[in-house]
C-alpha cells in the first residue's frame, strides 16, 4: 500500500481506514466512468450529469467493497476471531485479522463469506435494476454498473490466486488434505505467483492488442498478487521459525562498549569500519547510559567526529527502544521494521543484557530456511500466532 492509512470511521466496533491510494482508483474509476462508459451508453446526458453519476457510482462500487470486507469480519468475529480493522485501497479492500483461522473450516468459511456476498450484490443489484429501469436513466446506470462489477468481483476473488479469497479457499482445501498449515500456505502461494505472472502475461498481450487502460491494469493486478504471494510465503515461515522463540534466544550477549567521552571518529574507525557494527552502547561502569547509531552519527558533519564525544549525540537510555528479555520473538521483527531499527537492546529486571540485530535476525531466519527446506516436520502444524503489530506511526533511528 501506498503511504499510511487512516481511520474515517468504525462499523461494529471495527475501524475503517482509507489508503491515500485509494482515492487515485477513486479518481480512475470515476474519470472512465463519466468520460467513456456512460457517454457511450447514454448520449444524451449533460457534463456535469456524466460525472455527478461517474462519482456517486465509484463511491458506491467501494461501498459494496466494504460490505464484501464487512462479510468477511463478521464471519472472523463469529468463530471467535477478533477484527480490529478494515482498509480500502486501490485494489480494493482488506480485512485485518486479529489472529490465524484455526481449522481449514474457519478458513473456507471465512474466505468464501466476500466472494459469496458479492453475488449476492451482484443478484439484487441486477433485480433491482430490471425493475427500475424505466424509472429513471441515472438511477438505472448505477444499478447495472454496480451490478456488473459486482458479479465480476464474485467471479475474479474466487479464482485461486492467492492472496484472494479464491487461493485462500485453496489454501483452506490444501490445509484439510494436507494437515499441515504451512504446507497450505506453500502451495496456496505457489498458485497465487503463477497466477500473478497469468495476469502479467495477459496484461501484456493485452497492451500489445492497443487496449492500453486495461492492459496495464492486468499488469498491476498481477504484479500485485505476485508480490503478495511471496510476501504472505515469507511471512508464514518467519512466524512458524520464530513462534516458539523469546528475545533472550535472539540476542547476542557480547556487544560493544564504550565510555561516554570517547570520540566519535574513534567509535567509527575501531568499531564501525574495523567490526562492522552498527551500535555501541554507551556505558559508564557498566551502567547504560545510552546507545549510539549510525543514524546518530550522521546527524553530526564529519569534520566534527574527532571532537564529539559520543555521550553529546547518542540516544539516551530512556528513549532507546527496547524488549523485554521473555519477549515473543514474533513481537522483534515487527519492532525492528516498523520503528526501521537497525537493533534492539534486550531488557531483564531493568538491566540490558543483550542485543538484538537485524542483520543477525535475518541470518538465523535464513538457515533455518535452509535446514527446513527438505525437512517434513511440519506435517501437523498449526498456524502460527499473527504478529503483533506497534505503533503505526514510528519514529526512524
Known sequence: MLGRSFRIGSIGGIAIEINPSWFLILAVVSYMLAVGVFPDAYGDWATATYWLVGIGAALLLFATVLIHEL????????????????????FGGVSHLGAQPRTPGEE???????????????????AAWLLLRDANEQMAAILSYLAMVNLVLAVFNILPGFPLDGGRVLRSIAWNRTGSFRKATRIAAGVG??????????????????LWVTGLWAIMIGWFLLGAARAEAQGIQMDTILSNLRARDLMHERFEQVTPGTAVQEIVDEYMMNKGERAVVIANDDFVLGILTVTDI???????WGSTPAQRIMTPRAEVVTVEADAPALDVMPLLGQRRLNQVPVIEDGRMIGLITRRELLDRVQLAEELGKESDRDAGDAPPPIRTSGGDDPTPR
Request: proline share 6%; charged share 10%.
Open 71 to 90: 462479510a468477511h469480519a463478521v464471519v472472523a468475529i463469529r468463530r471467535g476471531i477478533p477484527v480490529p480493522r478494515i482498509t480500502l485501497f486501490i
Open 193 to 210: 505467483e503463477l497466477f500473478g505472472w497469468g495476469l502479467i502475461g495477459v496484461g501484456a498481450l493485452v497492451l500489445f492488442l492497443g
Open 298 to 304: 550522521n546527524r553530526v558533519p564529519r569534520s566534527e
Open 108 to 126: 473456507f468459511a471465512i474466505a468464501a463469506a466476500g466472494p459469496a456476498t458479492s453475488l449476492v450484490l451482484g443478484i439484487l443489484l441486477g
